[in-house]
């Protein structure tokens, strides 16, 4: 669309709009803010079966399908947790509690952790043996991460300020959690420009945000481009929060002329104002060898389908390429158990535009790729050349590249794995690190200075790194250290609903075996296999239960959810 065509009218009303409700909104109290919340919820459940069931339609698949399980998890289960989390947070500072229990901030070897969750009695319920670190950077003492946390509400406020969020296309969530961040977090009210993609979600974030639209503070618009550049450049907006790509980030910030090299070179962007984002890359899931059963492979197989395939693998932070030890025994058996997980998954498409060219392109460098569950899944089960496509940029569809790094012991195998994760692949976003819970009590020095090391926003250890999207109280951004003219994986966090300041990075843990086999790899809990594996028969049942809990938790609904759970 040429921007000189484009309607401008409704665009700028949305905007005149927004900032005269910025004032109100910087005026409404924090128990007005809370009661708003509260009354949130209940919109989210009673539309969450539609909402997941667009998103299913939307995919090609029926809303009754076990895929539909993801749509339930990214769109109603990732609101309600996220807006919990920011009540739990919000109700101790209304109470005249800091927002982070003192006991939570700890130092160790010079560096200040904040332990985020579990929060509360019910996180460790239904996600037991998860746990979550935030880590600050360096030099900040636990005094300031206390004291620097949630500024907005501790006479720190910003002043009234309209943000745009430009909306991304594959997660349902993602949108309207960027919403809350900017609502709750930084104090400004929000015009959101849908993703084409998936703009049908417009009329359920409608209903969910009701209040929020009635009052001026939240205004909705569709379009392209051209609508997303021009709110971009308004002088009505005060700062700007993108889900998506670098090119999206690099277009709206350079240009797309013939000057775009130069503008960036000179540092003279189109557009200077306050612009965070998330922006994806080249995860990596890295295996330690270790003393692995039988049980074991197949499981880890599981979860490590589940990082690539969840979604089509249309997940910024999809696991890309999976790093195998080559001197251990055990990477032919998982690699192995994971052609099983990926021939018994029913066939699906790679809906998300582009994402048939993406993968032609990896079949074009990979003539012999392995091809799994009718052709729709790929397969490169050993990458040498570290130029290779899937190595090189975000393939953003369902394939999997295979590194074989060497190493004959843990230390030597992780400290290549972390060299090659860091300075070879692009991006921070998030990576996934697998060990035995043998292997880090022998090795407990080299697994250390891996989860030191590895420079992402968000680190699984055991878990597959989406999941700190999900929880709400965990920071969601990049590793910190890209600029507007390097901008990677992005610049800032979201989510974060303890609102703490100064992030490195967010490291995340979970039982390596589902109960009750954690007994025998003393890595004992309550958790079966989570209901977001793509191999979890009872999925579907289990996550609707677990968001309507969530919503409004209660003893009685508990039996249900374990009953669910415990036959996935």
């Known amino acids: 669309m040429n921007p000189s065509t484009l309607d401008t009218s409704c665009l700028d009303q949305a905007v005149a709009e927004l900032r005269i409700g910025a004032v109100s909104w910087s005026a409404t109290p924090l128990t007005e803010r809370i009661a708003l919340l509260e009354r949130l919820l209940p919109r989210l459940t009673s539309g969450a079966a539609d909402l997941a069931a667009a998103g299913a339609r939307a995919k090609g698949y029926d809303p009754a399908s076990p895929w539909a399980a993801e749509d339930w998890i990214g769109g109603p289960w990732a609101l ?4 919990s989390a920011y009540l739990h947070v919000l109700r101790r500072i209304a109470a005249g509690k800091d927002p982070v229990d003192a006991k939570a901030v700890r130092t160790r070897d010079g560096r200040t952790h904040v332990d985020v969750f579990p929060a509360t009695g019910w996180d460790t319920l239904l996600l037991n043996g998860f746990t979550a670190q935030v880590w600050l950077r360096p030099g900040i003492t636990a005094e300031q991460a206390r004291s620097r946390a949630a500024g907005e509400y501790r006479g720190r406020p910003g002043r009234p300020a309209v943000a745009l969020v430009l909306g991304a296309g594959n997660v349902a969530a993602i949108t309207a959690l960027d919403i809350l961040h900017k609502l709750y977090a930084e104090g400004q009210v929000v015009v959101a420009k849908m993703n084409p993609v998936n703009a049908y979600l417009r009329p359920h974030f409608e209903h969910v945000f009701a209040e929020f639209v009635a009052r001026g503070w939240v205004r909705f618009i569709d379009g392209g481009a051209a609508e997303g550049g021009y709110l971009a450049a308004h002088e009505g907006v005060d700062a700007i929060h993108v889900t998506g790509s670098d090119r999206t980030h690099d277009a709206l910030v350079w240009g797309t002329d013939e000057q775009t090299g130069e503008r960036r070179r000179d540092d003279m962007p189109l557009i200077g104002k306050p612009f965070t984002s998330e922006l994806g890359g080249v995860s990596p899931c890295i295996v330690t060898p270790g003393p692995w059963s039988a049980a074991d492979f197949r499981y880890q197989a599981e979860h490590i389908v589940t990082s690539k395939m969840n979604n089509s693998g249309h997940n910024c932070i999809a696991s890309q ?8 025994d055990g990477t032919e058996r998982l690699l192995d158990e994971i052609r099983r ?13 582009g994402a048939e060219q993406r993968l032609s392109a990896v079949l074009a460098a990979h003539p012999k790729a392995e091809t799994h569950g009718d052709g729709c899944r790929l397969l490169v089960p050993d990458i040498t050349d570290h130029d290779d496509v899937l190595i090189t940029g975000e393939v953003f569809g369902s394939a999997l590249g295979v590194v074989r790094l060497p190493g004959d012991t843990p230390a030597e195998f992780l400290g290549h794995a972390v060299e090659f994760a860091n300075d070879t692949l692009p991006g921070t976003l998030g990576a996934t690190l697998i060990v035995h819970p043998g292997t880090e009590k022998t090795d407990r020095a080299a697994v250390e200075k891996a989860v030191a090391g590895l420079r992402y926003g968000t680190l699984g250890v055991n878990c597959w790194s989406a999941v700190g999207f999900l929880l709400g109280f965990t920071p969601w951004g990049a590793f910190p250290g890209h600029t507007r003219q390097d901008i990677g994986s992005g610049i800032g966090f979201v989510h974060n ?16 075996t589902p109960a009750p086999r954690g007994l025998l790899t003393s890595d004992p809990s309550l958790s079966p296999r989570p209901p977001y594996f793509v191999t979890n ?9 677990v968001t309507r809990f969530t919503a409004a938790p209660g003893l009685l609904k508990l039996p249900a959810i374990f009953a669910s759970a415990l036959r996935g």
């Open 321 to 328: 390429i999976l790093v195998l030890p080559r001197e251990w």
């Open 497 to 512: 609903a303890f609102m703490l300041e100064d992030i490195e990075k967010t490291v995340l843990r979970a039982p390596f």
């Open 80 to 83: 309600v947790q996220n807006a």
């Open 537 to 545: 028969r009872t999925a579907l049942a289990t996550v609707e239960l």
């Open 341 to 353: 997980v990926l021939r018994a998954l029913p066939p699906r498409t790679d809906y998300y535009p």
